[in-house]
């Protein structure tokens, strides 16, 4: 069966512009987390969906950070605004109901460099 | 809060040999641990879990990972390397309070012939 998938693999962009990074969750996963890989910071939760709940979005790193999940299904993660800081692998999770001892199995990621 | 040590940037061992991995955690409540493995320009790749029930918990490639409450350590382990499990390797911990997982700092583990 067909993993995580995320798109695109690699993005490249100017400080100051606007980004979309989108990911497809495993069929029947109804938990979705988006986790962001830097050097620095290393593996940090950004946010999780959960069916129709309300996000967590305790992990966004600032107001030019969002994201939205759509039918229950794909998520896209906007950061607005671009900064240098920015630069990190984006990585996609799902789970099958988001409680808390089930595995979350990761997406490829998306590799984002602001220039 | 909910925090992962792996004190070890980087393990060396031979191929053939015993290998371990260090992992220590910190939480308030139950503990739900996870061990990933991340080879290059991937994502992570699930190895095992510990929820609850018998201690030594075995996963994927042959790897086996121990709970030890009185420790709060949740170490990785094989009994023989292969060089083809260099990679990077993330423990991770989950309880009642959170929706996220908290990674470790990573190791890289580096096999060699």
């Known amino acids: 069966g067909a993993g995580v998938s995320q798109s695109p693999s690699n993005k490249v962009t100017e400080k100051g512009k606007d980004v979309e990074l989108r990911c497809d969750p495993i069929?029947?996963?109804?938990?979705l987390y988006w986790y962001r890989q830097s050097l620095g910071q290393g593996l940090e939760f950004l946010i999780y969906?959960?069916?129709?709940?309300?996000?967590?979005k305790s992990g966004l790193p600032s107001d030019r950070f969002s994201a939205e999940r759509t039918g229950g299904s794909v998520s896209t993660l906007t950061i607005q605004r671009t900064q240098q800081e920015d630069s990190a692998v984006y990585l996609c999770?799902?789970?099958?109901?988001?409680?808390?001892?089930?595995?979350?199995?990761f997406g490829p990621g998306t590799r984002l460099l602001v220039l | 809060a909910q925090s992962v040590a792996q004190p070890e940037d980087q393990v060396n061992v031979a191929e053939g040999n015993p290998l371990t991995v260090k992992c220590t955690y910190s939480?308030?409540?139950?503990?739900?641990l996870f061990w990933y493995v991340q080879y290059p320009n991937r994502g992570l790749q699930f190895l095992l879990k510990?929820?609850?029930?018998?201690?030594l918990v075995k996963g994927s490639y042959g790897f086996e990972a121990e709970f030890n409450k009185s420790q709060t350590s949740f170490h990785l382990k094989k009994p023989s390397a292969l060089v083809s499990d260099s990679a990077l390797y993330f423990c991770?911990?989950?309880?009642?309070?959170?929706?996220?997982?908290?990674f470790g700092g990573g190791t890289r583990l580096m096999v060699k012939p």
């Open positions: 991770a911990v989950r309880d009642n309070a959170g929706n996220m997982l908290t």
């Open positions: 999770a799902s789970s099958l109901g988001g409680l808390v001892g089930e595995t979350q199995y």
């Open positions: 969906f959960q069916g129709n709940s309300a996000p967590d």
């Open positions: 069929s029947g996963h109804t938990a």
């Open positions: 939480v308030s409540g139950n503990p739900y």
């Open positions: 510990y929820i609850t029930g018998d201690n």
